[in-house]
């Protein structure tokens, strides 16, 4: 007994938080893995283990810069760089925990350090760097032999957006789209409907995961793709309906995009020896 | 704050568990369907609610038998009668909890009172009742133009086993196998092979669900119908390998089906006040 977690989701993107303040824990990948399987353990799409910056090896150089680092860790148990929902989550636990005041915030990551602004309670909003067009202009994905021009856009890592009418018409989406040219480590592809000004819904298939309730960085790649359309070059705040929820997308003067969402907490406990192991 | 949960498994069929001894929750429909969703709650197959039969109006005409009521909810939040992974968990949680010693206990269920034998630690076993074979001898499962004879098996719940020379003959069961003659409520359908003396292998279709990682009373009418074809009237104890795990089916003198199986505790927590809403 005596391993504490916090279970959260941002837009139905969900993960198991685990306070390892003093970094004492060895989180194995069998163990990540273990802990979010959805029938033998808690399950979540990943754990975001809390860690002072200083205390842990491989983000001590970060510490002069932010007090706290995000070790995210897919489902599968590898490491990963950043996560667009994940650190909303994230930063609601800090606020919630009393480990940090509500305000402007800066959260160390396999990606560098970001900068959170989250309330007393509410939604909260992370800087998402900067999102870059990389072409080419013909990217095409195609769905069942169906076949659709893309934009491709780079948010630190690759996405595709196609643009429909319906968001059915991408069909079951239960094989990846092919995309052409198809970047060396894979993308994501977002299919994006416009609802009104402003404002678009979107299905994502998340390379290596399949389609998936919600991606912060696919919401921001249909935001800029979207407002590029609309007004290039111009800052703008976009409402993005993804499966799991509602996120709010904008771009400012400098080029960063900001996604703006819901961090819920859901639950606080121990997990039981059992399922442990050693972890110490 | 301040509902408590135990998260738990037998053979990866999944429950929260709410301790609620004196009967003070008002578990809607909805609120069971929010515990138990997968990202956005808790996650798992149902919900088990702990309280004292005294104290429950619908039970406490069992009070005299049983001191502890199951009350079982599918993740639909729809009431169900038994379950014989789930009152496996509860038995281990009432012995891990204190609130009762381990040995030979009885257990108060919509279904009339369950016998359960429970350890200090290590497998349960719960008296699962009679199975009976309900006819008619020519049942007949369809699934992707295949046709296989079945054998009917009532164990308070209808069932139709098929026996297959490999469990992936059945295919994706991505739909409901066609039954004829279908029972009026519909009916769970086992594919079972042979993987030695007194030991098969199942993968079972539950009806309204569809394939699961196990089912208690699929586990029971796999066997019993295994047993008749091997040696008719004998009491046996087989192996049961279901996806989820390995249970064991014994048939008694008496004709009674006794379940054995892991039970296992994965967390112990309380739920955060945005996921409740109002439950008193």
């Known amino acids: 007994m005596g391993v504490a977690f916090v279970k959260g989701h941002g837009t139905e993107n969900d993960f198991v938080l685990l306070p390892d303040l003093d970094a004492t824990l060895h989180l194995s990948a069998e163990l990540v893995a273990r802990l979010c399987d959805r029938r033998a353990g808690l399950g979540a799409d990943g754990v975001l283990r809390v860690v002072r910056t200083a205390d842990e090896p491989e983000a001590r150089h970060l510490a002069a810069e932010a007090e706290w680092f995000m070790d995210y860790r897919n489902a599968d148990g590898s490491a990963v760089e950043m996560c667009g929902n994940g650190i909303r989550v994230f930063a609601r636990y800090l606020v919630e925990a009393g480990l940090t005041e509500p305000g402007e915030l800066a959260i160390a990551t396999r990606d560098g350090v970001k900068q959170v602004r989250v309330g007393a309670s509410g939604d909260v909003t ?30 630190g890592n690759p996405h595709a957006v196609v643009f429909l009418d319906e968001l059915d018409e991408a069909g079951a989406l ?41 991606c912060g960085t696919g919401a921001c790649a249909a935001m800029v793709a979207s407002a590029r359309r609309a007004a290039p070059d111009t800052p703008a705040t976009y409402t993005v309906d993804v499966p799991g929820g509602r996120l709010t997308v904008s ?21 039981a020896g059992d399922l442990l192991g050693s972890v110490g």
């Open 251 to 271: 771009t400012r003067e400098d080029g960063h995009v900001e996604l703006t969402g819901p961090a819920v907490l859901v639950a606080v406990g121990e997990f």
């Open 174 to 214: 239960l094989d990846a789209p092919l995309v052409d040219p198809t970047p060396p480590d894979g993308v994501n592809v977002e299919f994006v409907v416009r609802r009104g000004d402003a404002h678009v819904a979107m299905r994502v298939h998340e390379r290596g995961v399949g389609e998936t309730r919600s």
């Open 126 to 155: 992370v800087d998402m760097g900067v999102a870059r067009f990389p072409g080419p202009d013909d990217v095409k994905v195609t769905v069942d032999r169906r076949v659709w021009p893309a934009v491709a856009v780079d948010m």
